[in-house]
């Protein structure tokens, strides 16, 4: 194991109607004004928006709302927002959301301190010295940006996706009812599951050795998704699948499976080029990039493959190779993907070669990507090929 | 899963001579008078007692001494400290050690505020409204409490040995320096890891449904300790392997592996009386208490004493009733102990019958113990029985 600080203040309100009590929470972090993010029409339409304003209202917290956050969020709208931020004076960003929502609000309290351009924020080196205060009501697990340290905006102008991460953008409280996941659309499920299970793969397939406790949580997170991912799609309403994929999204993102190890990050970084282009949602994105991804390095460290087969999808090793066994296991992680919904290849979803020199180029434009195996500019073309 | 909160603020700093960096660390959280809570001859003989006066000195940070903490800490120990921490208007106890002296630093940080006396924290409902920030270098891996929220205290003269659970008690940070367990003597090795596969059972055997992550990360937890305990005991200096026994420990007793059930603690406080009454160390009292807990309780939910057999000790079903399974994971559990060092049965330590009836007594003190079942004082007494 290498030396490591874990750290994770972010605390989680998990459970039944937990998200309707939203006013006392603020109050215990005595909080009395808050910029309210969301994104549309599904927050509204499922009566969540109601319930939380009613609960704002209730306990007198006055609110002020930023709504129409889309996936991939926008670097304008954060500029609106901390422009309301900063004209009304607020104590706290709520997001009331998923991922796009969560980084959007991040990206609000860190402006409302910095006195540059925010977005210096995510592609320089410079840091925030201080943020708002973030709380989190989540609607989507996917992203796990409900307790993470990061944030990943989108300048729709230059067509970079880029992320910031800082202690500070832990968000104090997030609040998790698995009832919101119920009018969640087939697609997002989806895609939100590949993106849970991505997280868990990118801490999984490490370049360093010695790791055992760890692998066996991460497989813990990987099994148990597996096996109840298909649970919510067969039947939306399934609270105790809810549960499981709900809090395996979290844990898979809150830093704990990635202790002790260098953590690879190369799938993310190559997909967020693949979405900030074509605009397709992240998690599905993902499910084409991983596979690829795991074609072209598997062979720096065969015997992580091959466990994640082996423990992973239980693959019977008996009379074949290990590359063999390999192989099995990726074919089985496309199969999964399929079976919940998703494409496998850039093909299936109409994206050519046209634009792979220029994501590649893009993609490595903070240097070179990934710690299993380092990844440069042809590299990360040769993967976008093996995901045509 | 039943409605939660997760809430643990403690910073890890885990790692290779990190413990070494104590001056530095107490700078980043702006702290310059601590008093040094310890035990004794163990610290000062393997040189960490000088390593860590040297950073203290190198960084200028005025420090106070309390040493001679003893297993089963002691009440009048804390007095004094408290006296001491007032006396010299110090700004954080820093306790050198094992789950002894990290919970005599917080009954220590808590006292220092407390109007009344201290221990009428661990005997009545009072809470504490405000503590003394916690630092803590940790030596022994075992009790947990180096980012746990309890403190578990002895009244030698009442023989009482109960706790105090807070969220104040959070440690503000724990190094976590793999090579100080090197000169553990074996028996300390051995209950320390009872101790810690205690802290994961007795979050894993609770009454409700519906945890499957839950309980793959509390296998995980157990399938690899059980992989490396007995590798630091072959070789102390086994890097890797005590980077997994503490690591295990840490996770074992932050809260994580409990969220979304209501865990047992039955054995935990049977097990307090036996230590408080022939001075036992923790650890090894529940290697004696825990099998016999589990003969006493596991008709409760056989299906989870099934699962444990299975899937932690690889117990072959084939050809087996359940209730042969479920007694074979048992002894397979008293075969562990036994491996390790440990004894599992009271008249192997020359304890016989005579106080069952007033530890049973004072275990029930503040109501029945324990979730997977509810144990009364005679079922305490049964089980004190069963471990005969």
Not at 252 to 280: T, V
Request: aromatic share 10%; net charge negative; hydrophobic share 40%.
């Amino acid at each position: 194991m290498i030396n490591f600080r874990s750290y994770n203040p972010t605390k989680i309100i998990f459970g039944k109607d937990t998200y309707k009590e939203i006013g006392g929470i603020l109050g215990e972090y005595g909080k009395k004004k808050v910029l309210m993010v969301y994104g549309g029409r599904s927050l509204k339409a499922n009566g969540v928006y109601d319930q939380v304003v009613h609960s704002l209202e209730a306990s007198g917290i006055l609110f002020f709302e930023l709504g129409g956050v889309k996936p991939n969020p926008r670097l304008s709208l954060v500029y609106e927002g901390i422009e309301i931020a900063k004209r009304e004076q607020i104590d706290m960003v709520l997001a009331v959301g998923g991922g796009s929502v969560i980084d959007t609000a991040k990206a609000i309290a860190a402006g409302y301190y910095y006195e540059g351009d925010v977005w210096e924020l995510y592609i320089t080196e410079a840091q925030p010295e201080k943020v708002l205060d973030v709380g989190v009501i989540l609607t989507i697990p996917a992203a796990g940006s409900e307790s993470s340290d990061g944030s990943v905006i989108t300048n729709e102008e230059t067509r970079m996706k880029c992320s910031c991460c800082t202690d500070l953008f832990f968000p104090k409280f997030a609040v998790l009812d698995p009832q919101l996941c119920y009018t969640l659309p087939d697609s997002q499920i989806s895609a939100g599951g590949a993106d849970i299970l991505a997280h868990v793969m990118e801490r999984y397939f490490v370049p360093d050795d010695h790791h055992d406790f760890s692998d066996r949580m991460c497989e813990a997170a990987m099994v148990s998704l597996i096996e109840n991912l298909p649970k919510v799609l067969k039947n939306k309403q399934d609270y105790e699948a809810w549960c499981e994929v709900m809090w395996i999204g979290n844990i898979a993102h809150n830093g704990l499976l990635g202790r002790g190890k260098r953590d690879d990050w190369g799938s993310h970084n190559i997909e967020h080029q693949l979405s900030a282009y074509y605009d397709i949602a992240h998690g599905a994105g993902l499910a084409i990039i991983f596979p690829a991804w795991m074609k072209y390095v598997w062979k720096e460290k065969p015997e992580m493959m091959e466990q994640y087969a082996l423990r992973v999808w239980k693959v019977c090793p008996e009379g074949k190779t290990r590359e063999e066994v390999i192989l099995e296991g990726i074919s089985r992680t496309e199969e999964f993907y399929h079976s919940i919904g998703l494409k496998t290849r850039l093909s299936e979803v109409g994206i050519d070669d046209r634009d792979f020199e220029k994501m590649a180029e893009k993609a490595v434009f903070m240097g070179p990507l990934g710690n299993f195996k380092k990844l440069y500019k042809e590299d990360v073309m040769e993967i976008y090929r093996l995901a045509l």
